[in-house]
């Protein structure tokens, strides 16, 4: 026995009727509806959704549906998620002039070709086809060019398949993309990748910090004040001057100035470079 408000539709799936939609959403009047969420319900004829003239966002996914046709007079459709379906065409969706998102991965759709009737949506601005972490894709995305062939032929696209391709942060995208090209092993033979220099002349390098038994029981951030030329702790004058170095507080002791200042700047300039 079906539930209430469900018919059988096509190959033994449901079938969307009034009584469904009314129950799911509480409206009495299905124009009235704005967001309709209608997953994994075992879909296969989206039968009288297209009277929800209103409809804004929709989702769809995890269904058995193979057409789309009813959405066609969907106009204010705004967002639709129809993946993990069984689609092989989206052309219902050529009318939908308002529709920016669309989830349809998870489909049987083989070419980019059978993307060309998105090619007249003015607000499509994201797309996904493949999902890799609920592991759904499209067989025309088993070709590595493909999201650059979608690219071509939808020129106003902002994200694919969850990356920006236009605008700030798709060069970062594009940036992660070469790296995790360039670190994959290739099986191709040829020439070794070159091992990487280090960005500083080895004469422009700071010298090495000494050992913990050179330094003696001081910690590391105290070694380095300590390292300063004698001269030197009057810039620091007067009194116990808190240095954050680090984590830790070191209180520098009030010292006398030299008889020459010019002499002691040149030495503590000298010091701090060593530091």
């Given amino acids: 026995m079906e539930p209430p408000g469900e018919k059988p539709g096509e190959a033994g799936g449901l079938q969307i009727t009034p009584q469904l939609l009314k129950l799911r959403t509480g409206e009495f009047s299905l124009e009235s509806i704005l967001l309709l969420k209608?997953?994994?319900?075992?879909?296969?004829?989206?039968?009288?959704?297209?009277?929800?003239?209103?409809?804004?966002?929709?989702?769809l996914s995890g269904n058995a549906l193979t057409h789309l046709g009813p959405l066609a007079s969907l106009r204010q459709l705004a967002v639709l998620n129809v993946s993990n379906n069984q689609l092989t065409g989206l052309e219902p969706l050529a009318t939908c002039e308002n529709l920016q998102s669309l989830n349809a991965a998870g489909n049987l759709l083989a070419t980019p070709?059978?993307?060309?009737?998105?090619a007249g949506l003015p607000c499509l601005e994201y797309l996904r086809l493949r999902d890799p972490l609920a592991r759904l894709s499209n067989p025309l995305?088993?070709?590595?060019?493909?999201?650059?062939?979608v690219r071509e032929l939808l020129p106003g696209l902002k994200v694919i398949d969850g990356e920006r391709v236009?605008?700030?942060?798709?060069e970062f995208y594009q940036l992660c993309r070469d790296l995790d090209s360039s670190?994959?092993?290739?099986?191709?033979?040829?020439?070794?990748?070159?091992?990487?220099?280090?960005?500083?002349?080895?004469?422009l390098r700071a010298p090495p910090l000494p050992s913990s038994s050179e330094r003696g029981p001081w910690p590391r951030t105290a070694w380095r004040?300590?390292?300063?030329?004698?001269?030197?702790?009057?810039?620091?004058?007067?009194?116990?001057?808190?240095?954050?170095?680090?984590?830790?507080?070191?209180?520098?002791l009030r010292a006398?100035?030299?008889?020459?200042?010019?002499?002691c700047c040149k030495e503590a300039l000298k010091g701090l470079e060593q530091v």
Avoid: K, N
């Fill in 256 to 263: 006398a100035p030299p008889h020459d200042p010019s002499t």
């Fill in 38 to 59: 209608l997953r994994c319900l075992g879909l296969a004829d989206l039968g009288c959704l297209g009277e929800c003239l209103g409809l804004e966002w929709l989702d």
């Fill in 183 to 203: 670190l994959r092993p290739s099986s191709s033979p040829g020439p070794r990748a070159t091992e990487a220099q280090p960005w500083v002349e080895p004469a």
């Fill in 113 to 118: 070709g059978q993307l060309q009737c998105l």
């Fill in 141 to 149: 995305c088993a070709s590595p060019s493909y999201r650059a062939a």
């Fill in 166 to 170: 236009i605008g700030r942060g798709s």
């Fill in 225 to 252: 004040v300590a390292s300063l030329p004698p001269h030197s702790s009057w810039l620091l004058h007067p009194g116990y001057w808190p240095c954050v170095l680090g984590h830790c507080f070191i209180p520098i």
